[in-house]
């Protein structure tokens, strides 16, 4: 199956997105679900489109460059859901399905098809993980739905002005940061869903700007064209100005919050090693930020704080991923301390 993503290479407008919802069951929550998806439409300027059967909606291809079908259920994986996924592939961009699970366990018995599924689609179907209730159920909350509308379709949240879209030329020091994280990311597999998930950045020495890596970039095979140069990010507009031939992350507003207000960072690497480190409960300590939306200034203070509190630069962004900050050029060494760490106590548990 072909892979098809836009390259971003500037923002789409409204009517190049187009957002359906489907609900499958009479989700218990999708009002609330339908609802925030068209604030984020107004705000953000996306077509949405609830839908009750997957032939009501309005497709006009040729003008939509992005077509995001959302699929919620409140039951458990099934098979039947995940084929009508992939035959749904031949309208859409891309797909997203969030089921809910009465437990772990029952969670983790469908992880092994989820994953061929995932493979099947070529990285085009997102299946939403659910997070733990109170009552020990896992539910892909209306708040991850809603942030998944906008991350699966236009993708960032700030406004964006290109100075110069030609592609950035780095120094020797700078492309081997990129080439280096983008080995570890790669060999050491720290992702979950996606390879394009994650950035890395690093600050233009002296200065407040920084490179990173555009938006839906691959890291595993990182094509050294996609690095952007965040020039200013001004809060009070919500504007980001940068140069390159392509946007930059969608996590370049936390990203800019950090290298303005904490001038001792001058290297960050976002990762999504979930096994490894945000799911795995040896590391439950290291989980410094609540459940929080990706992109947004708020979250930006919030990321700041949290590393200002870290003597080691390490730490996790709750249901999100992980953030390791440093005071050279380099890879923070945090990622391969701890991973070796993980590997000690991957091997404990194995042997017991």
Do not use: W
């Not at 996590?251 to 795995?280: G, W, Y």
């Not at 003597?311 to 992980?322: C, L, N, Q, R, T």
């Amino acid at each position: 199956m072909k892979r098809f993503f836009y390259d971003y290479s500037r923002p789409l407008r409204k009517v190049e997105v187009l957002v359906h919802l489907l609900n499958l069951d009479d989700h218990s929550e999708y009002e609330k679900i339908s609802n925030g998806i068209q604030h984020a439409s107004e705000k953000f300027g996306f077509t949405y489109e609830p839908i009750s059967d997957i032939n009501e909606g309005k497709i006009l291809l040729g003008e939509q460059i992005v077509r995001l079908l959302i699929i919620v259920s409140d039951k458990p994986f099934t098979r039947s859901v995940a084929e009508f996924g992939l035959t749904a592939l031949h309208t859409y961009t891309a797909v997203s399905i969030a089921f809910n699970y009465s437990s772990l366990a029952e969670m983790l018995s469908h992880e092994e098809m989820i994953n061929l599924y995932k493979r099947l689609s070529n990285d085009r179907i997102n299946f939403l993980r659910p997070v733990q209730q109170e009552d020990n159920t896992y539910v892909v909350g209306h708040e991850k739905i809603v942030d998944n509308s906008i991350c699966d379709s236009v993708r960032v949240k700030y406004k964006a002005e290109c100075l110069d879209n030609s592609p950035v030329q780095l120094s020797a020091p700078i492309r081997k940061y990129f080439e280096n994280c983008a080995a570890a990311y790669r060999d050491y597999v720290l992702y979950h869903r996606s390879p394009s998930d994650g950035y890395f950045a690093v600050r233009v020495p002296d200065t407040d700007r920084f490179y990173v890596t555009s938006t839906k970039t691959y890291k595993d095979n990182l094509n050294i064209e996609r690095i952007a140069e965040v020039v200013s990010y001004d809060p009070s507009k919500n504007l980001l100005k940068y140069r390159g031939k392509f946007m930059p992350s969608s996590d370049s507003v936390e990203a800019a919050i950090v290298f303005k207000d904490m001038p001792e960072v001058n290297s960050l690497l976002h990762t999504h090693a979930s096994k490894q480190f945000t799911r795995n409960p040896q590391f439950s300590h290291k989980i410094k930020m609540p459940i929080a939306s990706y992109g947004e200034y708020e979250t930006g203070l919030m990321l700041r704080d949290a590393l200002k509190n870290e003597s080691d630069g390490f730490i996790i962004m709750e249901d999100h991923g992980e953030v390791f900050s440093c005071t050279e050029f380099n890879v923070p060494a945090t990622v391969f301390k701890n991973l070796d760490i993980y590997r000690q106590l991957n091997r404990k548990s194995v042997s017991v």
